[in-house]
């Protein structure tokens, strides 16, 4: 399990929000990035250094650091799009492989190269800006029906980080909960909502079992 790519995102404009900018254009970057526990959100603020967040009221902060996705699933999108797509083009900060991201337990912590500890907090929900970006008509939907969101995390130990890193998991919670389980019952499947009780590392607008997230 390892880093193939560590991805840093170039300000573009937003069409589809409406906003001034988006950072979902993540490009491959040589040598190490910092990554560091970000401010609250509302404030852009991401984990890795020269990235941010400009849809602050749903990106960003510190259960949104870093949002991690893995090569085998880009590599079944590229397949079943019948077109490349490559490292950080779903806008993720980290292009992983060996490593199971959607099968993930919410709490689980990895340890990324010799310092970085990131623990796995919550799945993606997909939005406008990212339907948009690939130019793909009805992708949200086509991307919910699959359930292989990929993950955010949280910085619990800074440090660099840098392609090629080494991945270990260093902690596995006493629950069946997985960023896919999450994703499935935020999105099309809220009779699911009542089992997100058992993943304190959720975050708390994610364990409302009446909470649900649009995905149209």
Not at 25 to 43: C, E
Not at 47 to 70: M, S, T
Not at 154 to 173: L, Q, S
């Amino acid at each position: 399990m390892h880093l193939l790519s560590v991805n840093v995102g170039r300000p573009r404009p937003n069409p589809w929000k409406g906003l001034s900018a988006t950072g979902i254009d993540k490009r491959p970057v040589d040598g190490p990035v910092t990554v560091t526990v970000p401010g609250p959100k509302g404030t852009g603020a991401v984990g890795l250094a020269g990235d941010r967040a400009y849809d602050v009221k749903h990106h960003g902060g510190p259960d949104q650091a870093v949002y991690a996705y893995a090569r085998e699933d880009l590599d079944g999108w590229q397949a079943e799009l019948g077109g490349p797509l490559g490292n950080g083009v779903f806008g993720e900060n980290l292009t992983t492989v060996g490593l199971d991201v959607n099968g993930a337990l919410i709490g689980e912590r990895w340890r990324v190269g010799p310092d970085v500890v990131l623990e796995v907090s919550c799945p993606r929900i997909p939005c406008a800006t990212f339907q948009g970006w690939l130019g793909r008509e009805g992708w949200i939907r086509r991307f919910t029906q699959a359930a292989l969101p990929g993950a955010y995390l949280r910085v619990v130990t800074p440090g660099d980080v840098r392609a090629g890193d080494p991945v270990e998991i260093v902690h596995r919670p006493d629950h069946d909960v997985t960023v896919a389980l999450a994703f499935r019952a935020l999105t099309r499947e809220p009779e699911l909502r009542p089992r997100l009780s058992a993943a304190g590392a959720l975050p708390e607008e994610d364990r409302k079992p009446a909470r649900g997230r649009t995905t149209a």
